[in-house]
């Protein structure tokens, strides 16, 4: 129950061993009702994640068939653990815990072994080899038109660029969110990103252009289908998860997950973009993220007002935020 005045409660508690719920015997707006805690709390989960993370640092150079095998058979060992599975068609596996929530154990990543960059990105971005000869420059004489033909810019100039994957990784948001600047969009770029910053993202003003770097990872869903999340690698804490977060993790907007080189991660998921951010009418999003072309993610983002979603429909890969590059100069 809520606080109460002087910090006192007055009550009368009947104990039981029954394990289901008696049954309510008053009924009323003025009338308080308590909730019971998971058997399997956060600190649990937490706990578990985190003793996965040394498991899969070790088995990550097996072929794939045999860390699947590896990794599911560890888990089935611990108590808190009703089933576990590879969620096609990504390579991570999917545990379910015993109170039915879940969470993520990812296969590491192919990590990039290119040249610098952001030096090789943005060079192989400009070149002009890929522009039409028929393109003539934006200073060409226009013919007159009876009426103006739209153009259909976003109805906003609110922009965001993010990074949410390891420093290994090609970093495109700064040059792209450098060039939209330039065109006029009032741009923020994140470097790493938490749920608190996303949640300001359309605070302000609905996004008119997106472009997120991310690692996307699949997972079951409640009614048996496949979703896609979004890795924002922030680690999860126990304060945060029975705290602000509480609300977003039971009602499947947030997932856990764990790799083999950090604390427990927090993703996000289609309900989190559907419910927590605005996009304005000829909005842009792009995703640099495996299998973030999937319609189930996409539908998060178009519900939330997108005006066209683009991503990858398979395995990204590290060499991925160089298209992006080439795509957002031609735009």
Known sequence: VPPQPGG??????????????????LAGD??????????ITSE??????????????????LPVDQWQANVMAWA????????????????NVCV???DGTDAILLRAPRRYTGPSVESAATASSKTKAFIPASYAPATRSVPPQAEPTPHNLPDSNGAITAFSLESTFPNSAPTIGRWLSQRGYSVTTYGS??????????????????FWQSHGVTYRKQDGSIGISLVTYQPATKAL??????????NQELKLAADAD??????????????????APNSIVLVDACYGGAKELANGFTDAGAGSYGSWNWLSGPYSGTPFLRLFDRL
């Open 8 to 25: 006192k409660l007055f009550a009368r508690i009947k104990t039981s061993t029954a394990t289901t719920l008696p049954p309510v015997e």
């Open 30 to 39: 003025d009338l308080y009702f308590p909730t019971y805690a998971d058997s």
């Open 44 to 61: 649990m989960k937490l706990g578990f994640l985190e003793s996965a993370s040394p498991k899969l640092r070790e088995w990550k150079e």
């Open 76 to 91: 089935l060992q611990n108590p808190l653990i009703e089933s576990a599975e590879v969620v096609p068609p990504a390579e």
């Open 96 to 98: 379910k815990f015993k």
């Open 193 to 210: 990103t938490t749920i608190d910053q996303i949640l300001t993202w359309s605070a302000s003003k609905p996004i008119a252009a997106l």
């Open 241 to 250: 998860s029975d705290g602000r977060y509480a609300a977003m993790i039971k």
């Open 262 to 279: 950090e604390k427990p991660l927090y993703a996000i998921t289609s309900e989190f973009v559907r419910n927590h951010l605005e996009f």
